[in-house]
């Protein structure tokens, strides 16, 4: 605020209201665990990209741009995000795992996703897991 970076102030006020909204969305209000906040920025980094994408489109190019940079702060305040190598080399290695236990192409898909995201964690989002599966699967 000090700053005067009104689009850094109005994405945190934005993602701290997502994060608010996110703890009452229950029964009762719950405090939000480090994974459920991540889960929260990454929604709302979801969000801002298809709605660049949807300006872009539409050739609105200002609310594309400030669009745009409202995910980068978001992407600020993320998990650092795995390098693609080294998603490459533990998708080839959960491959190989499942290969071994006898299932091969489109239906060890499944296993393959979950023993990664299990690994990765919040290294990775889904879609960039999805993609190096299918890859590596020759799908």
């Known amino acids: 605020m000090k700053a005067r970076d009104q689009v850094t102030v109005s994405t945190l006020r934005m993602v701290l209201s997502a994060a608010q909204v996110a703890s009452v969305a229950g029964d009762e209000a ?24 949807l300006y872009e489109g539409a050739g609105r190019t ?6 745009r940079a409202e995910a980068e702060v978001i992407e600020r305040y993320l998990p650092a995000a795995l390098a693609d190598d080294a998603l490459a080399a533990i998708v080839a290695e959960e491959v190989a ?16 996703i979950r023993a990664v995201r299990d690994r990765v964690g919040d290294g990775a989002d889904g879609g960039r897991i999805a993609a190096a599966v299918k890859a590596a699967l020759g799908n």
Do not use: C, F, I, N
């Open 30 to 53: 719950v405090e939000l665990s480090d994974d459920q906040v991540v889960a929260v920025l990454r929604s709302e980094l979801k969000r801002r990209a298809e709605a660049a994408e």
């Open 62 to 67: 200002t609310q594309a741009a400030s669009e």
């Open 97 to 112: 795992a499942v290969a071994a236990s006898g299932s091969e192409g489109p239906k060890a898909m499944g296993q393959v």
